[in-house]
């Protein structure tokens, strides 16, 4: 054992407590004192630290974290002397302090290079983990597509990349451009080569992307790298954005000159996000796809607003069953004369069922009764050609409808009423009185006859004539929920509305049958007031402007 200032009695003195085998130990080893000296290192460790030589101080053959490891372990005590770690060379060691009474420490190395690395994948693979958990939750927090390219670009430029471009499949012979850098996205419709960018024309197609390491920065068109782009372009990736069937797109990943290129396991990694981004951005443009077919749809289903047709006042409201939907299985609709002498058809029905499938029904019917419209003079022959109309479309479902013809005549309003298993429409005077119109009939849709039972009625100025559908006389609310709207209650409040114009009528129903109704659930419901106003209107002399009423 060589004797450090002149002395060997504290190396044997640790030596003894160790036992000598330490410096036969298949670890490296070595002996510090209490200032910092080398006092001896086995073979192992002159491999890993050629100068630690006895004599030689420890902060300078071996590296800053051991030696201060050392202060430290010297310092705290025997008893809180715990192991240190650090970088040396290629290496990740981990020393271990075993501390004498004498003043001196055997730091034993071990090689945790291996551990170091997996727990440095560990945590890569983690922070990817819960990047791509946060770009998922993103990307699907919204269906609408621009917003979704937006978070797709804001991610790829903050993770992955110094800038990004997406671009979307052409419309027409542009293509939509979202380009992010520095947070601050653009957008904008460009006519591009894809041909100019290895990779992109096949990445739109939905092929693999080409390895980055094969595109030339350099040869970029100006059009990738965006105006607001710090600095030359060092490195490119090119990959598809897959969709659901089709593809969404492909993204372009910029990085500056002075930062890593991308390498192998990044531009897989990129990959994996655009998988994401695309389908989020495919189930974008899927929902603003069916978001306009149904659009176009519903304009055709929804009920239309009605107004005043030839001097007669027309309103009607709507309920559906579930007030998340827009349409149901109740309609009406009101189709105006030629002039002014001729009869105008107002329709109420109510098909079996709720929901889209019932309006499909409601549709068809609307439709055929606007294609038999040179018809309406006879109710009945008009309801045998649309009972035969819906018996030949192999429909499930009946309906029950009325129909009103309307014609003015001087000061009186002239009705004819049919009623086709609906329930018979109700007439009050000025002085609130209510009678039921004396009409009857069967079904539509059901049966292979159909028969049905017309009735006349005048109107006096301010005298309503309401139709409307079972929607309302079931309602079930009260106390306990349970108790019928009912004819009775129906009768009462319309009593109420002697001499009300026609909106009026229709509002003052519906809020008291929403008041009866509460939060209970309920069938749909439509009203149609069909009223003759108290007042005459006049015509422009022009025939063009709005005319004048009068008393």
């Known amino acids: 054992m060589t004797s450090v200032d002149g002395s060997s009695r504290t190396a044997q003195g640790l030596l003894s407590s160790v036992g000598a ?35 030689a101080r420890l902060a300078q053959v071996a590296p800053e974290w051991l030696a201060e490891g050392h202060r430290s372990a010297l310092a705290d005590g025997e008893d809180t002397v715990s192991a240190v770690r650090g970088r040396h060379g290629p290496w990740t060691l981990e020393a271990h302090a075993t501390p004498g009474a004498d003043g001196q420490v055997v730091w034993w190395l071990v090689d945790d290079t291996d551990r170091s690395l997996a727990e440095a994948a560990l945590r890569s693979e983690q922070e990817r983990t819960r990047f791509l958990a946060e770009a998922s939750s993103r990307l699907l927090a919204s269906l609408n597509v621009e917003r979704c390219m937006d978070v797709a670009v804001e991610l790829a430029a903050e993770y992955l990349a110094d800038a990004a471009v997406l671009i979307a ?225 192999h429909h499930t479902r009946f309906a029950t409808l009325v129909l009103a013809s309307v014609r003015r005549r001087g000061g009186v309003t002239h009705l004819r009423l049919t009623s086709a298993g609906h329930p018979a429409p109700l007439v009050v005077r000025n002085d609130g009185t209510v009678r039921e119109a004396p009409t009857s009939g069967t079904l539509i849709g059901a049966l292979a006859d159909v028969r049905a039972h017309t009735v006349d009625v005048d109107l006096q100025p301010g005298e309503t004539c309401l139709l409307f559908t079972d929607g309302v006389t079931e309602a079930r609310g009260g106390p306990l929920g349970d108790v019928l709207f009912g004819d009775a209650r129906l009768r009462g409040a319309l009593a109420e509305c002697a001499g009300m114009p026609a909106e009026a009528v229709v509002e003052r129903i519906q809020m008291l049958t929403a008041e009866w109704i509460g939060d209970n659930r309920h069938d749909d419901i439509a009203v149609l007031a069909i009223t003759a106003p108290r007042t005459t209107h006049l015509t422009a002399v022009d025939g063009h402007t709005p005319g004048r009423y009068t008393a």
Not at 28 to 39: F, S
């Open 169 to 393: 499949p052409a419309s027409g012979k542009r293509h939509p451009v979202a380009t992010c850098v520095g947070g601050e996205v653009t957008h904008r419709s460009a006519r591009i080569d894809p041909a100019a960018v290895p990779g992109l024309a096949e990445a739109l197609q939905g092929f693999p992307p080409v390895p980055s390491r094969w595109i030339d920065p350099a040869s970029l068109p100006h059009w990738v790298t965006p105006d607001d782009f710090d600095g030359p372009v060092g490195s490119v990736v090119v990959t598809p954005l897959p969709g659901h069937g089709v593809p969404a797109g492909a993204m372009i990943l910029l990085r500056r000159d002075d930062h890593a290129a991308f390498d192998a396991t990044e531009e897989v990694f990129a990959r994996v996000f655009a998988a994401r981004a695309g389908a989020a951005l495919s189930a974008a443009r899927l929902y603003r796809e069916q978001s306009g077919i149904t659009a176009t749809l519903m304009a055709e289903l929804l009920p239309p607003t009605l107004r005043q047709v030839h001097g007669v006042e027309f309103a009607a409201g709507y309920r559906a069953s579930q007030d998340a939907d827009r349409v149901g299985g109740d309609f009406y609709d009101v189709h105006p004369g030629a002039g002014p002498g001729e009869e105008t058809l107002a329709v109420l029905g109510d098909v079996c069922g709720k929901g889209l499938q019932a309006a499909v029904l409601t549709g068809k019917i609307r439709s055929t009764l606007q294609a038999l419209l040179p018809l309406a003079d006879d109710h009945q022959h008009l309801l045998r050609l649309l009972n035969g109309a819906l018996l030949s479309s």
């Open 21 to 55: 085998s330490w410096m036969r130990a298949p670890y490296p080893a070595l002996v510090a004192d209490a200032k910092g000296v080398v006092v001896e290192a086995n073979e192992q460790a002159a491999r890993l630290f050629p100068d630690a030589a006895p004599g």
